[in-house]
């Protein structure tokens, strides 16, 4: 039976998608000797909050998310990223394949805010794995197996990467989500006094 292994290499940003999207290098093995014909895979990733330090700047910055630095002991905990799935095709003894993993740049979502508020080093991850496996067995042909939910990784991922794909795909900008009545209030606002952009009605009402 398949006994699958997984690592992350790399991240880089996914070139030419219609969303922001970073590609994880993720590398397989299968212990056994059987040809593996195709991998259904689903992966869970979680931001595991805890495994890194925060600076005075991160600490301010995650201040809305966290609380207050002194309750974190309390409050700190892993934070679910998203879901990412791929088709591996066929191989042997091991093989390298890009993981897909959608972003966002909504800083209404816990895991935009975080990335954002972090200034560099890595973001910690651990990667939980599921799927199917199609086989070759000598002796009985065609085989299918699950992957056990025991299968993960885990991989410190570069701040920088998340901060280069957002800004390949946000070029020094940012997303401002608001309810519809306030946004309304705010377009009057911007028509009454004939402003042109929104950048600068929203620097027209600050100090």
């Known amino acids: 039976m398949p006994d699958l292994h997984f690592q992350v290499e790399a991240a880089e940003p996914v070139r030419y998608a219609s969303s922001p999207m970073l590609g994880l290098r993720l590398r397989v093995e299968n212990s056994g000797d059987e040809e593996i014909r195709s991998v259904t895979l689903q992966c869970q990733i979680r931001i595991e909050t805890t495994r890194r330090s925060y600076n005075d700047a991160e600490q301010r910055r995650l201040r809305d998310l966290f609380g207050e630095p002194e309750r974190w002991s309390r409050t700190l905990h892993s934070l679910l990223w998203t879901h990412a799935a791929v088709v591996i095709p066929p191989f042997c003894e091991s093989t390298v394949v890009e993981l897909p993993v959608p972003c966002t740049f909504d800083l209404t979502v816990a895991t935009a805010k975080f990335f954002d508020g ?16 199609f ?11 699950q992957i056990p939910w025991s299968k993960e990784t885990t991989y410190s991922l570069p701040v920088d990467a998340w901060k280069k794909m957002m800004d390949a795909y946000y070029p020094n900008t940012a997303w401002l989500c608001l309810r519809r009545d306030v946004f309304e209030r705010l377009q009057q606002y911007k028509t009454d006094r004939g402003i042109p952009t929104w950048e600068q009605t929203v620097e027209s009402m600050l100090p």
């Open 118 to 133: 972090l200034e560099g080093g890595c973001a910690p991850l651990t990667l939980l794995f599921s799927g199917t496996v």
């Open 135 to 145: 086989y070759q067995s000598a002796e009985d042909g065609l085989q299918v197996e």
